[in-house]
């Protein structure tokens, strides 16, 4: 099964997923030759743009069915499709469609994309993540493999639930305190170059951390949740990763030295900005 990234705008995917009860939507676009990429039944995903002055990574934010391409005037796609066209008036689809074409707007024929079981995900999917290979210099789109699509759909729809039984299922898992590594960077079955992250690797970083300093605290800025939050912070840290896991081998093993633990703060300025910051340098920036 094959897969399509389209990029759209955050308003078109944003007014679209306040609708209910949707049968089909029209993604539209200015090239009007038949489009080939997919076959009715395989899934199309939404790649939506990030707000104005937000530089970074776009986002994966749901998926859709496709069922048939069709050309159309814009009066010929209101009349068929009206608000399930991502506009609440056909006065914004026709200026939609002006940025589009200029002039004469109302005999242009467009491109649309007829699309069935609009969802928006639980997650938003960064392509880099889960090693999907998608330029931010794409601006329509591209096609996807079906391990692709797997890994996408997996994510996305992973919920609150799954990640919960998954971290029990590794608490489950008996720990050793020597120096062989973990394989976290085995390649899922069904998944291209996603990466299982086994919080065993990141429990045994945690006690050896204890035994080494006494309690847990960030490795960048010192900060001890403990000691500021009290009971309900007794035990917690996060773990990062200081090498990526889309860059590792299929065979490849996290050692416990490959783990730093820090506070969310910290950790979310490590992820910051593309290449990572490694933890020496963030400790160079915290003053």
Known sequence: MRGYIGVTSREWFTYLSGLDNLTEVNFTRKNTNNFNVLTQ????FFLVKNELGVSGERAVMGRAIFERFEKLTVDEGWDKYGKANGDGSK??????????????VDLSEIGCIILSDFQSFNNPVYLSDIGVLFKNSIVSGKGITDTEVTAILEYGFTTVGNVMRKLNEADRIGFTDDEEGFPEGKLKLKQHLARERNPEVIKLAMERFLQRHGKLICEV???DFKARYGEIGDGYIEGHHTKPISEMGEDEETKVEDIAL?????????HRKRPWLSVNQLKELFV
């Open 221 to 223: 800025c010192k900060f």
């Open 91 to 104: 006065e914004r689809f026709i200026a939609r469609r002006q940025d589009m074409f200029g002039n004469n």
């Open 41 to 44: 039944g395989e899934p199309f």
């Open 262 to 270: 820090v506070c969310s703060n910290c950790h979310s300025m490590l």
